[in-house]
């Protein structure tokens, strides 16, 4: 089944609206990492969170790590046509291997 | 940042035949490399686990004599598709770990987009 939830699945905003998407992992992760697919493009590594309460922040985006370090979110402030795109979340539960497990993806779309 | 290539970056092939995908980790050796298969506006799905020198890892549900993987070196690893079905056709993704140790994060190829007539 499903090891990471995402929602909301797709988010439409008008420009300069604030954008958040949520995972929820049914198990503790070792870290969460999140990534951007643009439209026709693969997904692009943005950030990793390790420590329980972690936030980090990358200009208009803000990436929090749960206390239990089983839920994760992305925070956009007001957006911009450029952040259009697929951001997934992916958690690590610590694998040699470095298996990630991938939240099904909230699709943003932002009106000019 | 490390960069993976894939080749093709699409193919258009007749059902019944098989197709070979590339990916390689241009500049850093790659021990382990994820599959995944995507669907016009899906999820990553996780397919398999490449190992170099070892047999590969399979998700539950996927067919490894479908999905064959040989990961011939530090820094390719293959992915065929035999006797391939219209039901095959998607975007097939490759990632790998530089694994510096300072994060984990993958870097994804550019995908290959496959289409079985």
């Known amino acids: 089944g499903q090891q990471v939830m995402q929602i909301p699945q797709y988010q439409h905003v008008q420009e300069g609206e604030d954008f958040t998407t949520y995972c929820n992992s049914s198990t503790t992760l070792s870290n969460i990492q999140w990534y951007k697919q643009r439209p026709g493009g693969h997904p692009v590594f943005l950030i990793q969170?390790?420590?329980?309460?972690e936030v980090k922040k990358q200009k208009r985006l803000t990436f929090q790590f749960g206390e239990a370090k089983k839920n994760s979110s992305l925070h956009i402030t007001a957006t911009q046509t450029t952040d259009v795109g697929t951001y997934f979340c992916?958690?690590?539960?610590?694998?040699?291997?470095?298996?990630?497990?991938f939240g099904r993806g909230t699709q943003l779309t932002v009106w000019p | 940042g490390a960069v993976v290539s894939q080749h093709p970056s699409w193919v258009i092939c007749k059902s019944g035949t098989s197709v070979k995908i590339e990916c390689r980790s241009l500049d850093f050796q790659a021990t382990t490399m994820f599959w995944y298969r995507q669907f016009p506006k899906q999820s990553l799905m996780l397919m398999a686990t490449?190992?170099?020198?070892?047999?590969?890892?399979?998700e539950q549900g996927v067919e490894k004599d479908k999905f064959l993987i040989n990961h011939a070196s530090l820094t390719l690893s293959t992915l065929t598709v035999t006797s391939a079905h219209p039901e095959d056709s998607s975007f097939y993704i490759c990632?790998?770990?530089?694994?510096?140790?300072?994060?984990?994060?993958?870097?994804f190829g550019p995908g290959t987009r496959l289409t079985v007539l």
């Open positions: 969170l390790v420590k329980s309460g």
């Open positions: 990632s790998a770990n530089p694994a510096t140790g300072r994060t984990n994060e993958q870097f």
């Open positions: 490449s190992n170099e020198g070892s047999k590969a890892t399979y």
């Open positions: 992916a958690g690590d539960r610590g694998s040699t291997l470095g298996r990630l497990y």
